[in-house]
């Protein structure tokens, strides 16, 4: 169970991934965010509704702290893939299909505080966008738009509803290690243990990562 990033860049997961592949390993990456009771919930619900979807996903990056905090520059220069990783992995878990086209609408500029947005269309009809302001302060979350309701995880560890009335919905966790520790480590650490004993689990599998890094890598050209 490799904690991310497992790689620089796409080409270095490219390849760790085949050589896993070819030696038959059992490889997964720590993508905790896919853990939380509001993920589960949030995707449980949607499973309700075929209808297309608009998902916006809200991303905040700080190379000057990341820097800061001691990571070698190497990692800060590609800190889209160290971290960013976590939130633009909800596309692959949100929206269905294969991505068909890729729309920048800001460019990104390392180490410079600047406003990066993407527009994701997928196969399936489903569209996303990617937004993330760099080095310079906002939040995460994600909002999930079909016909007639809305759902948010803003902050991720909570997902509230809007129905057709504006009437908010808060979705309790009923998982109380939520509370005791970071959330969403106690669930993975039991779908490791299924992993382990060869039973049916939902980590994340190094194919999985590759996706989520090949879309980090069109969509910041790295």
Known sequence: LFEKPIALNYLEAKKIYQFSKKNKAKSFIALNRRQFDSTKNLLKILKKYKEKRIVIVNDQEDQFKAKKNGNPKKITDN??????????????????????????????????????????????????????????????????????????????????????FFNKKVISNKNNFEKKFKPGIYSQALEAIKAVKCQKHNLASLKDNLETVHLISKLYNR
């Open 79 to 164: 800190w889209m893939y160290a971290n960013s990783i976590h939130i633009i992995d909800y596309f692959k878990l949100l929206c269905r299909g294969k991505i068909k086209k890729i729309t920048l609408i800001n460019k990104w500029k390392k180490y410079e505080i600047s406003f990066f947005s993407a527009k994701i269309e997928f196969t399936s009809g489903d569209i996303g966008f990617y937004n993330c302001i760099w080095n310079s302060p906002s939040f995460w979350s994600v909002n999930v738009n079909i016909k007639k309701y809305n759902f948010e995880l803003k902050p991720l560890e909570k997902l509230v509803t809007l129905d057709p």
